[in-house]
């Protein structure tokens, strides 16, 4: 009898612990604001999905699920408060002289060799850039010192 009841209960607890769920797609989510920033990195060399672009816009920070598809990217994943801090200087700190370049602009070869290439999409106030970058000695001063301080950022957060 206590095998009898042992075969009756344990499809219940197998099948019946199990739920549907799908909580990430619930967490994903657009931009919301015509003011923001994405920033991040393509790298060379590397056998996984290797780009990490994320959002900046009002008080919160964004990770692109899409990572590369789009240049706007999305949807996006919420990423922490304390993420949100790390970065939260980032779009007061885009040099001027990247900010009066024409709107597309490539600093250095980006897309010469299988290195890594950074991408910045910036929107505040009506301008709106499109920057790809490179590291090297052949861009401006001012546009290495960025590219350093997007790659610490991206280090704080784990990238």
Known sequence: MRFKYILFVLPFLVFGSCKE????STNF???????????GRLEGFCPAPCAYYY?????????????????????FFVQSY?????????????????IMSP?????????????????????YNGVEKLWFMNEGDSIPQYAQDFIALMDERLGLLGR
């Open 21 to 24: 769920e799908d909580p990430v």
């Open 29 to 39: 989510v657009e931009l919301a604001s015509d003011n923001f920033l994405i920033f």
């Open 55 to 75: 959002a900046i816009e009002e008080n919160r920070l964004l990770l692109d699920m899409q990572q590369y598809e789009t240049i706007y990217g999305g949807p």
């Open 82 to 98: 304390s993420d949100f801090q790390i970065v939260k200087d980032l779009p007061d700190s885009v040099p001027s002289e990247m």
């Open 103 to 123: 709107d597309t602009f490539y600093y250095g070869n980006p897309f010469i060799a299988d290195g890594t290439v950074y991408k910045v999409v910036y929107k």
